[in-house]
Every structure is written in structure tokens, then in C-alpha cells.
């Protein structure tokens, strides 16, 4: 798989920003599963936090970099 330079986290601000992103989306998904782990669509709604926090990241990076 290729992955586009811009991608990359060469800075400190580009680390930063995947750093921040990273925190808040494991500290929504731990509140998300604490309070629906009853459910059974519990791993589908985790997983669709996590893509959307990526898509975000990557739209941040991509606007970062233009």
C-alpha cells in the first residue's frame, strides 16, 4: 500500500494534531462502549468512530499540507 508524503508525521505539528486526534477518539469510543456495551451493535458503532476520526485526520493533514 502507498501512503502519500503528506501523510507522513515528519513534524512536531503533524504529530501533534495525530496525537490529539488519536486521544479523543480512544476517550470517545471508551465512553461510547462504557455506556452501550449492553448493545449488540456496540463493535459497529466503535468502528465507525474510528473512521470517521481517520477521514477527519487525513482531511486535516490534507489541509495542513495545500
Known amino acids: 500500500m502507498t ?3 503528506w501523510l ?3 513534524t512536531p505539528l503533524k504529530f ?3 496525537f490529539a ?3 479523543v477518539t480512544w476517550t470517545g469510543a471508551f465512553y461510547v462502549w462504557r455506556r452501550f456495551r449492553r448493545t449488540h451493535r456496540i463493535w459497529f458503532w466503535l468502528i465507525v468512530i474510528n ?4 477521514v477527519a485526520l ?3 493533514l490534507f489541509f ?3
Do not use: E, F, K
Open 16 to 18: 501533534s494534531i495525530w
Open 3 to 5: 501512503v502519500p508524503s
Open 8 to 10: 507522513w508525521i515528519g
Open 21 to 23: 486526534n488519536r486521544v
Open 51 to 54: 473512521a470517521v476520526s481517520l
Open 58 to 60: 487525513v482531511i486535516a
Open 64 to 66: 495542513l499540507r495545500t
